[in-house]
């Protein structure tokens, strides 16, 4: 158990639902960040947040909104989905100090499923 | 940008064979490595990370990595692999004077067979 708990685990949805990923972490972090993880690509960074701030959105769709309310929870909320964003979508946080960033601790995961 | 390759995309040994997995980055700058492994059905985990100090790092399960700055390489290494290391393994690295991201590379798969 790393601290980061991620809800659901799996998600299977249609193109034309609306669902939300939820990530919280009891760690006392500061800095929550969404990856999305496909088959044989890279880890791809999403969104991140400092201090519940949004300080990175590596040019995702915006069929993905991001929500942070509190430094320990993160939203990912999905509508309008296309096949091709079925993927392991990671929550991670860690503790920024100053200009540097901390270790990145991960949740397991929501594997989704788009149909 | 920053960018880290992992030059292998599947590696399948014996048990007790020797492992050492390929990492190389590029950044101009000071960075920081980070090590990590996913094991079959469980989340990403930190087996090991340099700062700095000491270039060979020691990490969990008997891993270690040595960060070779004029090569730009962090390669990680374990004398005898066991079957229960089977997992993918991830490069990532960041720089340490700014603000920026973590960058992974694409994993490297490790099949260890009895």
């Known amino acids: 158990e790393t601290g980061v708990t991620q809800t659901p685990r799996h998600l299977v949805m249609g193109m034309t639902n609306k669902k939300s990923l939820k990530c919280e972490q009891h760690?006392?972090?500061?800095?929550m960040y969404w990856y999305k993880q496909s088959a044989k690509k890279p880890l791809e960074l999403m969104f991140v947040?400092?201090?519940?701030?949004?300080?990175e959105n590596n040019s995702v769709p915006s069929r993905f909104s991001p929500e942070c309310p509190n430094s320990s929870h993160l939203f990912l909320h999905l509508h309008t989905l296309q096949p091709e964003d079925s993927a392991l979508y990671l929550c991670?946080?860690?503790?920024?100090?100053?200009?540097?960033?901390?270790?990145?601790?991960f949740g397991p995961g929501t594997r989704l499923l788009v149909l | 940008a920053q960018s880290v390759s992992q030059h292998n995309h599947h590696v399948i040994l014996s048990e007790a064979a020797s492992l050492e997995l390929g990492c190389n980055y590029s950044?101009?700058?000071?960075?920081?490595l980070f090590w990590y492994v996913q094991y079959p059905g469980q989340h990403l985990q930190l087996l090991l990370k340099?700062?700095?100090?000491?270039?060979l790092v020691k990490g969990i399960k008997g891993f270690e990595a040595e960060f070779i700055k004029s090569k730009f390489s962090f390669n990680l290494r374990k004398p005898s692999v066991q079957w229960s290391d089977t997992a993918e393994y991830f490069c990532?690295?960041?720089?340490?004077?700014?603000?920026?991201?973590?960058?992974f590379g694409k994993g490297t798969r490790l099949s260890v067979i009895a």
């Open positions: 991670a946080s860690s503790q920024v100090s100053g200009l540097a960033e901390g270790t990145q601790y």
């Open positions: 760690l006392g972090h500061n800095a």
């Open positions: 947040y400092n201090f519940k701030e949004q300080t």
């Open positions: 950044y101009g700058g000071t960075v920081n």
């Open positions: 340099y700062f700095s100090g000491d270039p």
């Open positions: 990532a690295v960041t720089s340490n004077s700014g603000n920026t991201p973590l960058v």
